[in-house]
């Protein structure tokens, strides 16, 4: 019987702390081969460890809500003989080629009571990001279901790392039924999507040709019950203050905005504009076949807007150094998300390659991960430009703070119906406001302003994309 130690990796970017959210496993447990042992969250997301060796849960060493440094033993596991060899990374009676191949990565995280030093943290990485495997993973009271390898992700310098997986328990269908006497007419990844964001189906709005349910129907009716709106107005609570430790996601948040803000000069710009035939065409790909199942939004012509803008402007897509300016042929298109945790800036990577079916797609997943709290610390980096759609909220523009590393952001407002002079005559349109701000130690006036109305050219007329 040997008792071995698994360090708090380094999971990407180079993060040196984290929080303890959540231990998936007590004292007493016996633990497999990657078997989820705890939810940590970084400065940057939630992320869930999995064991790389099979055993028998020894002793926790850290406290859920506590933070500690990277390195730092947080769990101690007792393998038998016959278990040692797993942690090492060695075959297993049952095991496959792939669990295998990840618990090689992971089993240096682990330091052995004997050891002088603990052995590198390999497939963390103190620069990279969580080694992607194809595994297979059971949860409790779940169905095994395998993990696929995400596609690579293109760093600043052109090289792909890999991006960590996602492992998400399937989740049985429970059947509701409806408030009322109607039935709920839904497709099973309808459903699935809906019980994924906690809609009722029973009190969504059907707009489906035979009264179905659609995508669209369930993400309109999240985001109109999700937590970023007031629905109710609480009653004042009992205490007289709240005192929210600074940590995680918000620390980081707010040290970005205070490094970009005071290091980088911005200048911002404002630009109304005519979207009454971006409206149009986002109309026509909703009933369009090539696009069923798939959510399209402004935000989709105004993403493919800021990369057809960024191909005519170059030095919008850069990155400042002391030494030099790093201007990027390559779209990694950030999308400030707002999550419960936080605000974080998630990009699609290689952007300028996909076409609008393609994009529309990246972004869904984007959002849906995003809202999930499930972002992992590749998908945040790397990024070259960023959107913020404000418009959401009901807001019409802003003046948004560059995030860190980028030269260029832009918020799009929302999109509603005003006067609008066509022609010598006032007549109704759907007028939206961009905003956009620059580091202006790149980014010139007349570079900033040629670069917004060419986006604002692609809101006012989509079909210039087709040039």
Do not use: C
């Not at 002088?116 to 963390?124: F, Q």
């Not at 709290?373 to 418009?391: H, L």
């Not at 066509?422 to 006036?445: K, N, Q, W, Y």
């Amino acid at each position: 019987m040997s008792e071995s130690k698994f360090l708090l990796p380094d999971v990407g970017e180079g993060l040196t702390e984290a929080e303890i959210v959540e231990w998936k496993v007590a004292p007493g447990d016996t633990v497999s081969v990657n078997q989820v042992l705890v939810e940590i969250e970084t400065a940057k997301s939630l992320v869930e460890l999995p064991s790389p060796f099979a055993g028998t849960v020894g002793e926790l060493l850290v406290s859920e809500g506590q933070t500690v440094d990277v390195g730092t033993p947080i769990i101690t596991v007792s393998s038998s003989s016959a278990d040692a060899g797993v942690s090492l990374g060695a075959p297993a009676h049952g095991s496959t080629p792939e669990v295998d191949e990840a618990a090689a990565d992971t089993a240096a995280s682990v330091s052995h009571e004997t050891d002088d030093k603990p052995a590198p943290l390999v497939g963390y990485g103190s620069t990279g990001h969580v080694t992607s495997r194809r595994r297979r993973v059971t949860h409790p009271g779940t169905a095994a279901i395998p993990v696929v390898e995400a596609p690579g992700a293109t760093t600043q310098h052109g090289t792909h790392a890999a991006q960590p997986t996602q492992h998400v328990p399937a989740r049985p269908e429970a059947a509701t039924a409806p408030a009322s006497s109607v039935p709920v007419i839904a497709k099973p990844p309808i459903r699935k999507l809906a019980k994924d964001l906690g809609v009722d189906l029973a009190v969504v709005t059907a707009t489906g040709p035979i009264g179905d349910i659609t995508r669209d129907d369930v993400l309109r009716e999240a985001t109109q019950a999700s937590v970023f709106r007031n629905i109710q107005t609480p009653e004042w609570p009992d205490a007289r203050e709240e005192r929210i430790p600074v940590k995680g996601v918000r620390k980081a948040i707010a040290q970005a905005m205070v490094s970009s803000a005071f290091t980088a000069p911005h200048v911002s710009l404002f630009v109304d504009v005519d979207a009454t035939r971006t409206m149009e065409f986002v109309k026509r790909l909703k009933n369009s076949p090539d696009f069923a199942g798939v959510k399209v939004s402004p935000l989709l012509i105004m993403a493919k807007a800021m990369i057809w803008a960024v191909r005519r402007n170059p030095t919008v897509n850069s990155t400042w150094t002391d030494e030099e300016i790093i201007v990027h042929h390559y779209v990694n298109l950030g999308i400030a998300a707002a999550t419960p945790r936080g605000l974080i800036v998630p990009n699609v990577k290689e952007a300028q390659a996909m076409s609008l079916l393609e994009l529309a797609g990246a972004l869904e997943r984007l959002t849906l991960t995003a809202r999930d709290g499930r972002t992992q610390p590749a998908d945040m980096a790397g990024g070259t430009i960023t959107i913020t759609n404000v418009g959401v909220f009901g807001m019409d523009t802003g003046t948004p703070i560059l995030n860190p590393g980028e030269v260029g952001i832009v918020a799009l407002g929302t999109i509603k119906q005003k006067p609008w002079v066509v022609d010598g005559e006032v007549r109704p349109r759907m007028v939206t406001t961009l905003g956009a701000s620059f580091d202006h130690r790149i980014v010139d006036g007349d570079v900033a302003s040629r670069f917004l109305a060419d986006v604002a050219a692609i809101i006012e007329e989509p079909a210039l994309l087709l040039d």
